[in-house]
């Protein structure tokens, strides 16, 4: 069984094929520029799809919601304008006559971990992305858990302090707003332009890698601001153990290159605010899919339902019934 | 099929015959202190049950945790000393020769609902109980998810306010520190302790009620107490709605007899904080099965199991297999 995996983002696009053991047969990632919308970028993505050279039994496809993954269509995705309505199923099968399925990425992601990568074998799991958003993904006994309308999983909108700055979403406080890697790069900006002593005031474009980098070299500033995100880093991944008690949670995405300096005081962070033995029991690692996790996510999306045979989108094509 | 409910406590102990509709063929509530411990109190629950007057078919029995539901064996329970290591399963069987399941009381609880009460028909769906704690169970895909070891649902323990009061968890700015009746009653203790002006002043104690009413009343601290107390319930409720995208949310227990000065605030907070459209889609009601949730969660745990057929404890006795 061979899968096409497509990751669709707002800015890059990864398309490959995997097989079942996770072997990436071919892969290749393109620009897919927001602003050029899906009668540019759409093509663009299916002939890259092509020029992989291998044939599939289906394709997956992750991408940022919202989304309705019943009917295999886009809703009003922020960062991807003019695709509104696209049923990106129907456009995959009647390309390539298999069948497609269509899936939120962060739920992609975490079954791509489930399936292919640090949670391999384990039934009851959380998986965060962490980079400029903070997205999540829950396995439920060894399925995706979507609740009851494929929105569950926002890990990074809940609150963790009740005062906390507004967030994007309209919130305030949200875990996203205090630990994410856009977090991390703003409220190091905001302490810097205060006038406090920093090194990042020579820096051109203050990230989360530049906190990092300064905070390991010293800079106390960074060092404060960098501390006080994974100390809510720490809190946020805490909740959701309280709230879910799984054995196991994946952390992934750019921040996550950070390694020891974000897992070390998360997992401490754990340990002391989950209750025992739930924060003794429960494991905190990085992603294994690394950059591809997108890819994997997608490919694994495909693969839990055809193992299913079930919630197949109900899609007319002139292609071989894989059921 | 009829089920003998029993819902264990540290200062009273409901036991109840009810059959698969719904109906309460007998109940009794007996005083079962904790100080006797399970010597004294195991035989008068048990003798409450014979006094029922009722044959079964199964025994439900709900209590707080630590527990060992695979066992059917109670581990530290804090307010039950002396009852670590009793094998409640095999005491109701080998009493009743009938099959006897354990389970935490807020699963049980979150079931008794989606069985017999607000949350009938309802898949995915979470109870939180609000009395002197708080607690919660979740009901996913129209099964109670216990997480990877029985610990899920911890609603109360997960932070709203990462620099808030010490919780007895050993945590701090925990829910159950914010909004429970405890949390209501201590809080507004400390303030009136503080010098401030308030009709509370004249009150012998100081209750999550007494605060109500004294709000309700025009008590200017009283209702500052109370409002905030119900803004971090709501931010807890978001956060579980948020992370878990249920379509109902329940909530049981003793404070919610404030009704609509409890639900009111609530709802309006989960549809500020949680994003479009999960916060809208969310129904957020009381408990339906009030003061006889306890029993109503204990049946539905037996009814759950016995109705899917596994799961069930491997204790012999002499009794009739309902399999």
Chains 1, 2 share one sequence.
Not at 176 to 182: I, R, Y
Not at 200 to 219: M, Q, R, S, Y
Request: aromatic share 6%.
């Amino acid at each position: 069984m061979r899968i096409l995996g497509v990751d669709i983002g707002g800015t890059k696009t990864l398309v490959g094929v995997v097989d079942e053991t996770g072997t990436v047969l071919a892969k290749e990632r393109i620009e897919t520029p927001g602003a050029l919308g899906p009668g540019v970028n759409l093509p663009a993505i299916l002939n890259a799809c092509d020029s992989l050279g291998h044939t599939f039994d289906a394709v997956g496809i992750g991408c940022g919601g919202p989304l309705d993954r019943r009917t295999g269509t886009l809703l009003d995705v922020p960062n991807l304008p003019g695709w509104n309505g696209v049923c990106l199923t129907q456009v995959f099968e009647e390309r390539f006559k298999v069948r497609a399925y269509l899936d939120n990425d962060a739920t992609a992601a975490a079954m791509g971990e489930h399936i292919f990568g640090a949670g391999k074998g384990v039934d009851d799991m959380v998986f965060f992305t962490m980079s400029t958003g903070i997205g999540g993904g829950i396995i439920a006994g060894g399925k995706p858990y979507r609740g009851s309308a494929d929105y569950a999983g926002e890990f990074g909108h809940h609150t963790i302090k009740t005062d906390g700055p507004e967030c994007r979403c309209g919130s305030r406080g949200c875990l996203e707003s205090l630990a994410s890697g856009t977090a991390i790069a703003r409220i190091a900006g905001e302490r810097v332009r205060a006038g406090n002593a920093s090194s990042l005031k020579n820096v051109t474009e203050i990230t989360a890698e530049a906190v990092l980098h300064a905070a390991l070299a010293g800079d106390e500033l960074a060092r404060e601001v960098w501390d006080e995100a994974m100390e809510n880093m720490g809190i946020g991944v805490a909740n959701v153990v309280s709230i879910l008690n799984p054995s196991l949670v994946i952390i992934g995405g750019g921040v996550t290159r950070a390694g020891d300096a974000l897992f070390e005081p998360v997992r401490a962070v754990v340990k002391k605010r989950v209750m025992k033995p739930i924060g003794e029991l429960v494991k905190i690692v990085p992603a294994a899919n690394g950059d591809l996790f997108g890819l994997y996510g997608a490919a694994a999306i495909a693969l839990d339902e055809i193992r299913q045979y079930k919630e197949i989108p109900n899609v007319d094509f002139a292609g071989a019934d894989l059921h």
